[in-house]
C-alpha cells in the first residue's frame, strides 16, 4: 500500500477511435461519430471521435441532437469487435504486470498498480506509462491517457482532469498535489464518486469546490451523507484506503434483463417477448448455477399512453426450469398488465440460492422437472457451442420475435 | 477507517459479454508451450506402458497449452494410430509427458 503507485489507463474515444484505426484514418483527427444509422433518430450515439469532441459535440447524444458538420463519417457499431479490441488491450497490460495488480473498471478503463514492478524495470512511473501507451498505440493503433496517483482515487481524478489536456496524455499526481490541484477543482461534481444530485446538497451547504470540502467538519458530513460522507472528506483529502489487491466480489443477489422493443407490442403479443427473455435469462441463471426464489416482471406501456408497472412474485420452491419460471412471469402478466401498447420489458430474479440443498415440496413432480432441467441443459451446451442462434424455438420465427435479433448483439446494440 | 475500499471501484457491468471476451483472452494468453519430452524420459515411459499396461498409472499429459494429471486404467493401447484408449476417453502418445512409475527404480549399489 505504502510504495503503490496506480495507474489508471483510459481509452480516448474507444469506440470511435476503433472505427477509425479500422478505415486507416487518424483517430485524433477523424471527424467520425458511432451510431447505428438503421435505428431511428432518436437511437444513441455510442461514442464520439476527440475531433468532434473539440469542437463541441457533447459525447453523449442522440442522434437527432447531433450538429450538421461536413465530413463527418456515421459510423455502425460492432459491439463485438470493440469488446475483443478491450480484450486485446487488457493483454497488453498483462504483459507488464500480473493478474493481481490489475483491475478492470469498464470496457475502456483498467486500474494497475506498476509500485512493485518499478524496479523490475529500472524507471520512473512517467517512463513506464509512456512505455506502456506505446506499446498500445504499436499493437492497436488507439491512443490512451494515462492518470498516475499514489491511490487509485488521485489516479483516478488525475486521468479525468488533467491528462486529457497534457502533452502526452499523461497526468502525475501525488499528495503534493492534493492542495494545489485537488482542491481548486470547481464545480464539486468534477471530482470523481460526486453525481449531480450530491452537488446540489453540498451547494446547500455552501460547499461548491473540492477545497471546501476538505476544510468542511467531517462528522457534519457523516452526520448528513453517512459512510458516503466520510467518504467524499477522505478522498476531497486526497486520501483512499482501497487495496487492488483485494479484489471485491459481488454476490450473486439478481440476475435481470430489459429491452427497448423497436415498436409497440399489443398484450397478446408480448408473452412471446416474455418467454424469449425468460429463456435468456434462465440460461444465466443455470450458468451460475443457482436456484430463483423470486421473479420480477416490469411493463413500461408506451409513450402515448405512459405508465407501467413493476411486481414479484415468490416461488414456492427455489428452481431454475425455465417452464415453471415463465408460469410465474406469466401470472404476474395476467394480474397486472392492462391492455395497452407495450414499449418496454424487463424481468429478474432475485432471492439467488445454492444448487443442492432445498427443501423438497410435496406438490412437486420432481422426476419430471428433473428431466425438463437436463432438457435444457443439453440445449445450453448445444448454444454455447454452436452459437445461440444454432436452436431455438418455432416462434422464433414469427413476426413479432425478437431473439434472433438480440443474438446478434451486444448490450443492445449491433455485435 | 471504514472505507468501503475495493466496493466503490466496483465496474458498472453493463456489458455481461466483456467477461466472456476476457476469458478467453487470459486462457489464451496463459497457454503454455509443450514440454520436451527426453530420450530417457521417453524410454521410461515405453518401459511403464508395456510393463504395467494392466494396472492403474498416473499420467502427465499436455493439452491445448495446459498441463493435466489424471489416474486412469488403459482400456487399449492402438500402435497404428499412436493412440491410448482409456474407458471413455482417449489421449495421444505424442500428449504424454510423463508417467509415475509404480516401482521406483531402486539404487542395487
Same mark, same amino acid.
Do not use: W
Given at each position: 500500500m505504502k510504495n503503490d503507485v496506480i495507474f489508471v489507463i483510459d481509452m480516448k474515444a474507444f469506440y470511435a477511435s476503433v472505427e477509425c484505426v479500422e478505415r486507416g484514418l487518424n483517430p485524433l483527427t477523424t471527424k467520425l461519430v458511432v451510431t447505428d444509422t438503421t435505428r431511428k433518430e432518436s437511437t444513441i450515439v455510442l461514442s464520439v471521435s476527440h475531433a468532434l469532441k473539440m469542437m463541441g459535440v457533447p459525447s453523449r447524444c442522440r442522434r437527432k441532437d447531433l450538429p450538421n458538420?461536413?465530413?463527418?463519417?456515421? %459510423?455502425?457499431?460492432?459491439?463485438?469487435?470493440?469488446?475483443?479490441?478491450? %480484450?486485446?488491450?487488457?493483454?497488453?497490460?498483462?504483459?507488464?504486470?500480473?493478474?493481481?495488480?490489475?483491475?478492470?473498471?469498464?470496457?475502456?478503463?483498467?486500474f494497475l498498480n506498476v509500485g512493485p514492478y518499478l524496479k523490475l524495470y529500472k524507471c520512473t512511473p512517467h517512463e513506464l506509462a509512456l512505455k506502456i501507451l506505446s506499446t498500445i498505440q504499436d499493437k492497436t493503433g488507439l491512443i490512451a491517457t494515462c492518470g498516475i496517483g499514489p491511490n487509485m482515487f488521485?489516479?483516478?481524478?488525475?486521468?479525468?482532469?488533467?491528462a486529457k489536456t497534457s502533452k502526452d496524455f499523461i497526468a502525475e499526481w501525488s499528495y503534493d498535489d492534493v492542495k494545489t490541484k485537488l482542491w481548486p477543482l470547481r464545480p464539486i461534481n468534477k471530482m470523481w464518486g460526486v453525481s449531480d444530485g450530491y452537488t446540489k446538497k453540498l451547494n446547500a451547504l455552501g460547499i461548491y469546490s473540492v477545497g471546501d470540502l476538505a476544510t468542511f467538519d467531517k462528522e457534519l458530513l457523516i452526520d448528513e451523507f453517512g459512510i458516503l460522507g466520510e467518504e467524499l472528506y477522505e478522498h %476531497?483529502?486526497?486520501?483512499?484506503? %482501497?487495496?487492488?489487491?483485494?479484489?471485491?466480489?459481488?454476490?450473486?443477489?439478481?440476475?435481470?434483463?430489459?429491452?427497448?422493443?423497436?415498436?409497440?407490442?399489443?398484450?397478446?403479443?408480448?408473452?412471446l417477448i416474455i418467454k424469449e427473455m425468460c429463456d435468456e435469462?434462465?440460461?444465466?441463471?443455470?450458468?451460475?448455477?443457482?436456484?430463483?426464489?423470486?421473479?420480477?416482471?416490469?411493463?413500461?406501456?408506451?409513450?402515448?399512453?405512459?405508465?407501467?408497472?413493476?411486481?414479484?412474485?415468490?416461488l414456492l420452491t427455489p428452481t431454475s426450469v425455465n417452464s415453471e419460471l415463465y408460469k410465474s412471469l406469466m401470472y404476474l402478466f395476467n394480474t397486472y398488465c392492462e391492455n395497452k401498447p407495450i414499449r418496454r420489458v424487463s424481468i429478474s430474479y432475485t432471492n439467488l440460492t445454492d444448487k443442492g440443498v432445498q427443501q423438497l415440496s410435496l406438490f412437486n413432480e420432481y422426476e419430471s422437472l428433473d428431466d425438463e432441467e437436463e432438457m435444457y441443459k443439453t440445449l445450453d451446451k448445444v448454444m454455447e457451442k454452436y452459437g445461440k442462434n444454432s436452436i431455438s424455438r418455432t416462434s422464433a420465427l414469427s413476426s413479432s420475435s425478437t431473439i434472433k435479433e438480440r443474438h446478434n448483439q451486444i448490450g443492445g446494440h449491433r455485435k | 477507517m471504514s472505507d468501503r475500499g475495493m466496493k466503490k471501484w466496483l465496474p458498472f457491468a453493463a456489458l455481461v459479454e466483456q467477461n466472456v471476451y476476457l476469458e478467453q483472452m487470459i486462457y489464451e494468453k496463459n497457454k503454455i508451450p509443450k514440454p520436451q519430452v527426453s530420450v530417457e524420459q521417453g524410454r521410461k515411459i515405453d518401459r511403464i506402458l508395456k510393463e504395467h499396461s494392466y494396472n492403474e498409472l498416473k499420467f502427465r499429459i499436455y493439452l491445448d497449452g495446459y498441463l493435466y494429471t489424471f489416474v486412469g486404467k488403459i482400456e487399449q493401447i492402438d500402435l497404428n494410430k499412436h493412440k491410448i484408449?482409456?474407458?471413455?476417453?482417449?489421449?495421444?502418445?505424442?500428449?504424454i509427458i510423463d508417467i509415475e512409475d509404480p516401482e521406483p527404480f531402486e539404487d542395487i549399489c
Open positions: 458538420i461536413d465530413g463527418m463519417i456515421f %459510423a455502425i457499431p460492432q459491439m463485438e469487435k470493440y469488446v475483443k479490441k478491450s %480484450a486485446e488491450i487488457v493483454s497488453i497490460f498483462l504483459d507488464f504486470v500480473g493478474q493481481d495488480d490489475l483491475h478492470i473498471y469498464s470496457i475502456d478503463e483498467s488521485l489516479a483516478k481524478v488525475a486521468d479525468d482532469v488533467d %476531497a483529502n486526497g486520501r483512499d484506503e %482501497a487495496n487492488i489487491r483485494e479484489k471485491y466480489i459481488p454476490l450473486n443477489k439478481g440476475l435481470s434483463i430489459g429491452q427497448v422493443l423497436m415498436r409497440d407490442f399489443s398484450k397478446s403479443e408480448t408473452p435469462l434462465t440460461i444465466r441463471l443455470r450458468k451460475i448455477n443457482m436456484n430463483c426464489n423470486a421473479v420480477h416482471l416490469g411493463i413500461g406501456y408506451s409513450s402515448t399512453v405512459d405508465g407501467g408497472f413493476f411486481h414479484q412474485c415468490q | 484408449y482409456f474407458k471413455d476417453f482417449f489421449v495421444p502418445i505424442k500428449d
